[in-house]
């Protein structure tokens, strides 16, 4: 019986996470809700529910089950993804310890990005208004990262070059 409530809510998870994609993060959240009322320490559950929380602008209740899902299983990419949501509440210096922490997993684990670790930290610097950090940052991709990591890359130091070009000219 245990077995088949187990796959009943990975299968609610799944649903609400194609909900989420599809662009209902309400509907994915509702459905969460009931999910993690039976099981709040559900990491997948926690997860979908973060990301449904951050897509609805829920910034403290998506760290909240972002730090839920950490909680029961550490995971490379859910730290990055938390440092985000961190940095968007304004707390910098914990996003960047979190990067730190994000960091010393991809150096332990040499199958992980550590490239995504650079990206997010010069993500986090061109938000903040540090250009010269967030630049410094996409230098640190390695060309080992993956292609999309490496467009990702080259999109947002273009993107901040622009916007330096255009501050110079007295451009908005």
């Known amino acids: 019986m245990a077995a088949?409530?187990?796959l009943a809510r990975r299968r609610k998870i799944a649903s609400a996470g194609q909900l989420r994609r599809n662009g209902d993060a309400a509907g994915a959240a509702e459905e969460l809700s009931t999910v993690l009322s039976e099981a709040p320490d559900d990491a997948a559950a926690n997860v979908e529910m973060a990301r449904a929380l951050h897509l609805l602008g829920d910034l403290p209740g998506a760290e909240e089950h972002y730090r839920r899902a950490l909680a029961a299983q550490l995971e490379f990419a859910l730290v990055i993804e938390l440092a985000g949501i961190v940095g968007q509440q304004e707390?910098?210096?914990?996003?960047e310890e979190l990067l730190t922490a994000a960091e010393q997993i991809?150096?332990?684990?040499k199958k992980l990005d550590i490239g995504?670790?650079?990206f997010a930290r010069a993500m986090l610097a061109a938000a903040s208004g540090r250009t010269a950090d967030a630049l410094a940052s996409l230098k640190?991709?390695?060309e080992t990262s993956g292609p999309q990591l490496k467009r990702f890359a080259v999109r947002l130091q273009q993107s901040i070059l622009a916007a330096s070009t255009n501050e110079a000219a007295g451009e908005p």
């Open 4 to 6: 088949f409530a187990g």
């Open 91 to 95: 707390r910098i210096e914990e996003a």
């Open 106 to 109: 991809a150096e332990s684990d």
């Open 116 to 118: 995504e670790v650079h």
């Open 140 to 142: 640190l991709v390695p």
